[in-house]
C-alpha cells in the first residue's frame, strides 16, 4: 500500500466496571504497558492519552485495514486478561472475566470536517447535486 495515504484517527474512551477505581499505582503502569505493546503490534499510534483511575481515554492514528471494533477489542481484551492475571485483588472487586464495562466511546477526528469536503465537492462541479458525473 505505498500510493495510498490515509490519515484516521479517533478519540477513545472506555471505563471500568461498575467504574471502580482500579487503575492506580503500578496497575495503571501495567495497564498503559499493555495498551503501548499492543497499539504498537497493530501499528496504531497513540498521539496522546491519559490512563484515570476508572477509564482509559485515548487519541491513536491507526492503519486503514483495522476496524475500530477490532482495536477496542484487543485492547480491553488483552489488558483485563493481563491485569486480571497478574494482580488477583482485581478478581475479588469485578470477578474473573473482565474489568471494563462492555461499551465505550469513538468518536473519529480530523482536520476537515463534513461542510468543508461538501463545499470542495460544489467547488469541482458549481451545483448542490448530491451525486454528479462530471465528463
Not at 67 to 95: A, F, H, P
Not at 100 to 113: A, I, L, P, R
Request: aromatic share 8%; with cysteine; net charge positive.
Amino acid at each position: 500500500m505505498e500510493n495510498v495515504q490515509c490519515e484516521i484517527e479517533y478519540h477513545l474512551v472506555w471505563t471500568t466496571k461498575y467504574r471502580f477505581k482500579l487503575l492506580t499505582g503500578v496497575v495503571a503502569q501495567k495497564c498503559r504497558e499493555i495498551i503501548k505493546h499492543n497499539c504498537d503490534q497493530m501499528k496504531i499510534d497513540i498521539i496522546k492519552g491519559i490512563i484515570n483511575k476508572d477509564y482509559v481515554h485515548i487519541l491513536i492514528s491507526c492503519p486503514p485495514n483495522i476496524s475500530i471494533t477490532q482495536i477496542i477489542k484487543v485492547l480491553k481484551k488483552e489488558t483485563s486478561k493481563l491485569l486480571l492475571n497478574e494482580y488477583k485483588d482485581l478478581q475479588k472487586k469485578c470477578g474473573r472475566q473482565q474489568i471494563w464495562n462492555d461499551g465505550y466511546f469513538c468518536q473519529t477526528v480530523g482536520e476537515v470536517n463534513n461542510s468543508m469536503i461538501i463545499d470542495f465537492i460544489n467547488n469541482q462541479t458549481g451545483d448542490n447535486e448530491i451525486f454528479k458525473i462530471i465528463d
